[in-house]
């Protein structure tokens, strides 16, 4: 159940960012847009995607068994570790334009690095269903 809801605060930081990026004035979402135009559109693109996609995970959970997406489940580590990819990208971006890179990029990289850390969880207890997880 802990997963869960580490999944679940994931997934609210995601659509918070992705859509908090687009309300925010001068987010580094908007800038890696305007900056970046095609590429930065495509990044936040797949932001968005993504943050749908951790929250339909989350939503899966409550699902009977036989409702649910076997693909999301099984897959699931590798929606993790995309989503921390776009995690890392804004902040490399505004650090472009302020020069200040740790000041900025710490809270992203530190998300980011949450984020692969519930995927290797993710990962160690589907490959030790049989036994108790320990890590």
Not at 50 to 74: E, G
Request: hydrophobic share 60%; net charge neutral.
């Amino acid at each position: 159940m802990i997963d869960v809801v580490l999944r679940a605060g994931i997934a609210a930081l995601a659509g918070w960012v992705a859509v908090g990026g687009f309300l925010m004035p001068y987010s580094a979402i908007e800038i890696m847009i305007y900056l970046d135009n095609v590429v930065g559109v495509l990044i936040a693109a797949a932001m968005i995607t993504l943050a749908a996609v951790l929250a339909i995970d989350v939503l899966m959970n409550f699902v009977p068994q036989p409702f649910r997406w076997a693909w999301l489940d099984r897959y699931r580590h590798y929606v993790y570790v995309a989503a921390a990819a776009c995690y890392v990208v804004p902040p490399f971006v505004l650090a472009r334009i302020t020069g200040d890179s740790l000041g900025l990029c710490a809270p992203w990289l530190g998300v980011a690095v949450a984020i692969l850390l519930m995927a290797f969880i993710d990962q160690h207890e589907k490959r030790h269903r049989e036994g108790k997880c320990e890590i």
